[in-house]
């Protein structure tokens, strides 16, 4: 599929009542596609998406679009949002501990590009702490500096290992054996697909 038909194709899955919180909805999309504003109906969908649980589908065909009119935040960002719906995400507020305390003396970037270790309560079968995978995406910033602060997205490489985790519940991040920062749970979602076996 081109790019019109994988936007138009996306914007059939999005229920017709749906706005954003301009009061935009499909139909206002409808007419930018018909003047072949591509790059204004990707945004105003990936913002119709982001105020409701939608379809994988509608992701895919996103993520699709975004990466044949070489958006590569887009891209990432509708292949985040494919990531949730299969993984599960969890949302939280972390404060990365401050290059003087710490071995990250770097920002870390806000696309989903890390995956770090959470310590999240598990045990190891030796009673030491054992840790579990989740890439984390930066919610509204390109990058989080050493001792900032963040509303952050993670994607649990193993759902199962996260299933005990609740809001409110603090777990901290690290790169390595040390505490890269600690975070706060603020919202649980769980997959929204099957997994498929083996």
Not at 88 to 108: H, K, Q, S
Request: charged content about 25%; proline content about 7%; overall charge negative.
């Amino acid at each position: 599929m081109d790019v019109p038909e994988l936007l138009e194709s996306a914007s059939l899955l999005v229920p017709e009542e749906t706005a954003t919180e301009n009061d935009i909805t499909v139909r206002d999309i409808w007419d930018y596609l018909v003047h072949d504003e591509w790059e204004i109906a990707l945004g105003l969908l990936e913002e119709l998406g982001d105020g409701r649980s939608l379809p994988l589908a509608f992701w895919e065909k996103l993520a699709d679009a975004a990466e044949q009119l070489w958006f590569e935040r887009s891209t990432a960002w509708c292949h985040w949002r494919c990531s949730e719906i299969r993984n599960g995400v969890i949302r939280a507020d972390l404060t990365l501990r401050p290059a003087a305390e710490a071995r990250r003396t770097t920002p870390i970037s806000g696309a989903g590009v890390l995956r770090p270790m959470w310590d999240i309560g598990h045990l190891s079968p030796t009673g030491g702490r054992a840790v579990s995978i989740a890439r984390l995406w930066v919610e509204d910033m390109p990058y989080l500096e050493p001792g900032g602060r963040a509303t952050v997205r993670l994607v649990p490489l193993t759902p199962s290992h996260w299933t005990h985790v609740q809001p409110g519940q603090q777990i901290t991040m690290h790169e390595d054996r040390t505490v890269a920062g600690t975070a706060v749970i603020l919202e649980v979602h769980r997959p929204t697909t099957a997994r498929p076996a083996g």
